[in-house]
């Protein structure tokens, strides 16, 4: 497997490249060529649209899913009330303000001690980056899996 952590302008140059240079499936058929992965910033609509033929097959890591109705519920809200785009920074400070108040008004863990005690325990919460849990005092947060289909990110 061959990981590319770039931005989505460069991946649309590099993939482009690297299928005029016969080292990228141009079908995007698997056969026995290297698997392609890349960072959820190497996923935009612009590599979509420009570059589908090319990233089909592809596998993206990423924090913002669109396919989960959660991301989908916070990137609406949030565009309809800030009038623009979000990204990975601005979810993360969503889901850290809605599990602070998970914590506080859900659970009642008012201080820090009680919320210590908490993440002892087996503890999860969903939110617009995907799932969280905490185990044996670990926490665990995975980024959600896409494959590239026909120019759409789906999940795996």
């Keep these: ?21 016969g ?18 910033f190497a996923w935009s609509s612009t590599l979509a649209l420009n570059s589908s033929r090319y990233v089909q097959g592809m596998i993206v890591a990423s924090w913002l899913p669109a ?21 990975v920074l601005e979810a993360f400070a969503f889901d850290a303000a809605n599990l602070a108040r998970t914590l506080l008004l859900d659970v009642g863990a008012r201080d820090g001690h009680a919320m210590r005690s908490v993440f002892a325990d087996t503890f999860s919460y ?24 026909n120019g759409e990110a789906k999940s795996l």
């Design 1 to 21: 497997a061959i990981l590319f952590a770039v931005s989505d302008t460069t991946m649309t140059a590099l993939s482009s490249y690297l299928a005029a240079q």
């Design 23 to 40: 080292l990228w499936p141009r079908d995007g058929s698997r056969g026995k060529g290297p698997h392609y992965l890349a960072t959820s």
């Design 126 to 149: 969903r939110g617009a980056t995907g799932a969280w849990s905490w185990r044996a005092k670990k926490q665990m947060h995975a980024p959600v899996l896409l494959r590239i289909d």
């Design 67 to 87: 396919t989960e109705p959660r991301t989908q519920a916070f990137l609406s809200s949030y565009e309809a009330v800030f009038d623009g785009g979000s990204g």
